[in-house]
């Protein structure tokens, strides 16, 4: 049983609670730090950076990745940006300015310590990068650009094309590398973790399996540290990479570290909608396209002529009908629920009806196509390449999608789980982002996490075992926790069922999407549940997974995070249904304002929910850590 | 909207690095013109799994053209007959009914095949190993603004930058080389102002690492050609004149210690 969950913040002023802190914690002396031997699994942005950094400090580091290489994570595919709180355009931004609009986005969800600390570090982060020789945009200067990005009100982005995610984990990954070739950081690259070690609830090492060989291996360490990414593919069909996955963090779960807040999802709102049912994931379109085009309906339902065929005056701009102040700027959970609730009206377009317009035909006529291209160019190319429709000709559909996870393993200040030695960085922590992330904030947490934060705190947590050796892999933990693993893929490989993995998986993500998806409600949610138990005891009796464990086998690797995503989805389920308020990404149907807007309770849900698991089949237990809010003013959001 | 095709698929199957392989015959029918290519794939192993047949091996991740990890000889064609586009990001109405589609693994002494249509090129990796990177320990670094960088060589270093890693360019080479990569991965750094300390053994170590695994240049630009990224072979020439500065520069380093 685990006490309250107290998130070891230290007492102080927030403004130089980091600077304080990371004078007092703990340090280990530069000859000692190679005693130590640190795990890292995952190596995108959070992973590679915390990887590089600590090996660079002289910790014997042993990062994993199921890639073939880490340049490959799925960190590489965000596009839009990173935050840092420069202000080098001088309009006004400030540490203190990013700190309060992330609590505010969040919508008052999040922990003002461990936020006001990302804010500090994202500055260090613009500076590592680019002295990496990340090619940020730049102006005829030669200094660094920035743009505005999510409805905030400084222009605080730096960006790199449209491919800000790639440059970042070249960075990242090339940090690394510098690190391997100097034999600090051995690499398992197509090394899959399967499970957590622990000894008397801490972490004490992993169990991989070789994804080219299927070896199962054990392997210990004094820290384990996960950077395993967020679980946005419990819906099928998402933005994310086909293979990100929760396994790793859902594992620890198991095995006792406590999983905050699994219902905070994002749904973004500007993505190509499904084309059929094979569609196998869906692709964002950048938000920046709602600064130019205009969203809308027709008016009638099941209006089968073409969009160009509606006159004016049967359209319905009903983003600019109902919040005339933002129009089509509202933020990402408001657009995307209005176009839900079109849809669902039966107003939708394209051959399925499952999308909106977003045209922009106005913007052209204004500003003449050449200005149009000049700054979508690279996305209307995109999108025709997938639809094969000419957007500079009609309008683009869209429809939102999952895009990332708020929730994930929780964490302490010190990026610690509630079991010792148990580290959790990146999107697969719970920490910063409270019930919803602003644009250009996941990168950055990634960075800060991996570059800024763990690095000193893992100090404090190792400085008193000096005289531990690493754990031995012959223990009793270790040799049970690796029979369990061979034992999981014994049984799937011998289900001998009848229908593909991916058929259950993409079942799954239709009862998440439409019950635990952009709306929610106390009937759905408890649909949910049985629903997806009922789905799930098909899957485990009926699931064909052919082919053998001694090789490369992606229907065996598939069918193992498939099979956690039920446990979790169940989970969302329960968090939605516990959490009676709206916020940020959770829209309870019942918690609404009269206008249909997000109502949160402030005096019953102002906690993070953080779930234990108590076994299969058994109910989990719900802790809460309660937020505090001495600096920023708890407000009710209005965009009318 | 758009129709729906059926075509007959040649693919590589090999079921492990030591099989000879072999190929196979499968009919893909009534595939939507919507589908991607990998997409396509996906139908016809989710058919092949009902069968009882071991579903193809194929990797892929973003299936948005910037992680690097798919990439298929699609009728001889390295990512396919589009330019510019990756094999997942290439759609299913490039293509009409009745088509004969051969789809094959990257083929090259390097990249060895793991098992059906996946590779592994590790060497690549082992090329940044050797030198694709700017020292600098975390914390170390100035104020980002203090070095400015001309927009031309910044604009120049990113598009050398844009490389996703693919390995295209090694399978489409007739002598299986990897200047195209190396020299996009060399240039990223080499034309920036951050990059300069170590401009002369980047490009020592990268190249002759390279050479370790990789065959010679004689200048086909084929590699351009199945280039997702369209990296130009200007890199190339750099890199060469890099190299040979490189050496003589280095000498010269060498005496002075
Ligand atoms: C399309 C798209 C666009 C985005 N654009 C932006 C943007 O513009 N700005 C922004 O700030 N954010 C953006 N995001 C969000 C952001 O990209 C991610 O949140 C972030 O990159 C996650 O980084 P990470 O290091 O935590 O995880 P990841 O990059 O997902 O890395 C996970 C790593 O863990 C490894 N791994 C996972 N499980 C295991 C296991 N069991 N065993 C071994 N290894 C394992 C993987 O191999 C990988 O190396 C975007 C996201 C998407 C989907
Ligand atoms: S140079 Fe082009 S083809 Fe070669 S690895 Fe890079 S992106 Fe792929």
Redesign the interface.
């Known amino acids: 049983m685990i006490g309250s969950l107290d998130s070891n913040t230290p007492e102080g002023d927030i403004q130089g609670l980091w600077e304080q802190h990371k004078f007092d914690m703990k340090l280990v002396n530069p000859n000692n730090k190679r005693k130590f031997t640190v795990i890292v699994v995952g190596t995108g942005l959070a992973g590679a950076?915390a990887a590089?950094?600590m090996a660079?400090l002289g910790y014997n580091v042993k990062a994993f990745t199921f890639?073939?290489?880490?340049?490959?994570a799925?960190s590489?595919?965000a596009q839009g940006g990173i935050n840092a709180a420069?202000n080098?355009q001088n309009d006004g931004d400030s540490v203190y300015r990013l700190f309060y609009d992330t609590v505010k986005g969040g919508d008052y969800r999040s922990r003002e310590s461990n936020v006001h600390r990302l804010a500090e570090v994202s500055v260090?982060i613009?500076?590592?990068?680019?002295?990496?020789?990340v090619?940020?945009?730049?102006?005829?200067?030669?200094?660094?650009d920035n743009r505005s990005f999510g409805g905030a009100q400084v222009s605080r982005t730096f960006y790199?094309?449209g491919?800000t995610?790639?440059?970042l984990l070249?960075g990242a990954?090339?940090?690394l590398?510098?690190q391997?070739?100097a034999g600090t950081v051995e690499l398992h690259?197509r090394s899959e973790m399967l499970d957590l070690v622990t000894e008397n609830d801490r972490a004490v090492g992993i169990i991989t399996r070789d994804v080219?060989t299927g070896e199962i291996t054990s392997h210990g360490a004094h820290a384990v540290v996960l950077a395993t990414g967020g679980y946005g593919n419990v819906y099928y069909l998402s933005t994310n990479?086909?293979?990100c996955n929760a396994t790793a963090a859902w594992r620890a779960h198991r095995k006792g570290a406590l999983f905050a807040n699994p219902c905070y999802t994002q749904i973004h709102p500007t993505c190509i909608p499904a084309?059929?049912e094979?569609?196998?994931?869906l692709?964002l379109m950048s938000e920046s396209l709602r600064n130019d085009g205009r969203i809308w309906v027709p008016k009638a339902f099941d209006d089968e002529r073409p969009a160009r065929d509606i006159p004016e005056g049967e359209r319905d701009y009903y983003l600019e009908r109902k919040y005339p102040a933002f129009g089509n700027l509202v933020p990402r959970d408001v657009a995307s629920r209005n176009a839900k609730t079109v849809v669902d009206e039966g107003r939708g377009v394209g051959?399925l009806k499952n999308g909106v317009y977003l045209d922009f035909s106005d913007a052209i006529a204004r500003d003449g196509e050449d200005t149009i291209r000049a700054k979508y160019g690279n996305l209307f190319q995109m999108y025709e390449?997938?639809?094969?429709e000419d957007p500079y000709k009609v309008p683009m559909r869209i429809y939102p999608a999952t895009h990332y996870t708020m929730g994930g393993l929780w964490v302490d200040y010190h990026l610690m789980s509630n079991l010792p030695g148990l580290f959790v960085i990146g999107e697969a922590n719970f920490s910063d982002h409270g019930a919803n992330r602003l644009g250009a904030s996941a990168l950055m947490q990634g960075l800060a996490d991996g570059?800024?934060v763990l690095?000193y705190t893992i100090g404090n947590f190792l400085a008193d075992k000096l005289a531990e050796p690493v754990p031995d892999t012959a223990g009793v933990a270790f040799v049970e926790a690796n029979q369990g693993v061979q034992q999981q893929i014994d049984h799937w490989l011998n289900v001998n069922g009848?229908k593909?993995v991916?058929?259950y998986h993409r079942e799954l993500g239709k009862l998440v999407w439409n019950y635990i998806g952009m709306a929610r409600n106390k009937n759905g949610l408890e649909k949910a549940i049985s629903e997806i138990t009922a789905l799930e005891e098909e899957f485990r009796a009926n699931v064909?997974v052919?082919?053998s464990a001694d090789?490369?086998n992606?229907?065996l690797e598939k069918v193992q995070r498939v099979a956690d995503f039920f446990e979790l989805g169940r989970l969302m389920a329960r968090d939605a249904l516990t959490r009676e308020e709206s916020c940020g990404g959770h829209f309870r149907e019942e918690s609404q304002t009269e206008e249909g807007e997000a109502l949160r309770d402030d005096d019953n849900y102002s906690h993070a929910a953080a779930w234990e698991w108590t076994g299969e089949g058994n109910e989990p237990i719900r802790h809460i850590e309660e937020l505090q809010f001495d600096y920023v003013a708890l407000t009710q959001r209005s965009y009318k | 909207m758009d129709q729906v095709i059926s075509l007959t698929l040649k693919v590589w199957r090999q079921n492990g690095p030591d099989d000879a392989g072999a190929f196979q015959t499968y009919q893909a029918e009534g595939i939507s013109q919507d589908a991607s290519f990998l997409e396509m794939l996906d139908i016809v192993n989710e058919r092949l799994i009902e069968e009882g047949t071991e579903p193809i091996t194929f990797e892929s991740d973003c299936r948005e053209g910037i992680c690097g990890t798919c990439g298929l000889m699609i009728n001889g064609k390295a990512h396919g007959p589009e330019l510019g586009t990756a094999t997942c990001q290439l759609h299913m109405r490039k293509f009409n009914d009745g088509d004969h589609i051969t789809i094959e693994p990257w083929r090259a002494v390097s990249f060895p095949v793991i098992k059906d249509l996946a590779v592994e090129r590790t060497p690549l990796d082992l090329i940044i190993e050797a030198g694709g990177y700017i020292s600098v320990p975390t914390g170390s670094a100035p104020d980002a603004n203090l070095t400015p960088v001309p927009k031309e060589a910044a604009d120049m270093a990113f598009d050398a930058a844009a490389c996703i890693g693919c390995g295209a360019c090694v399978a489409a080479c007739p002598n299986s080389a990897a200047q195209l990569f190396t020299s996009a991965k060399l240039n990223h750094l080499n034309l920036l102002p951050q990059g300069q300390a170590e401009r002369w053994q980047r490009a020592e170590n990268m190249v002759e690492t390279m050479e370790m695994y990789f065959g010679t240049c004689t200048n086909h630009g084929e590699c351009h050609e199945a280039c997702p990224k369209e990296i130009s072979l200007d890199f190339i020439a750099f890199m060469n004149r890099d190299y040979v500065k490189a050496k003589i520069k280095n000498r010269k380093l060498a005496g002075q210690r």
Do not use: W
């Open positions: 950076s590089a950094s660079e890639h073939d290489s880490p340049r490959r799925h590489i595919a420069k080098y260090n613009i500076d590592q990068a680019t002295a990496q020789g090619p940020f945009a730049r102006d005829y200067g030669g200094l660094l790199a094309r491919q995610g790639q440059q070249l990954y090339s940090a590398m510098r391997v070739d690259t080219l990479a086909m293979m084309s059929d094979f569609q196998s994931k692709t051959p390449r997938i639809t094969g570059y800024f690095p009848t593909s991916d058929y064909r052919l082919g090789g490369l992606q229907s």
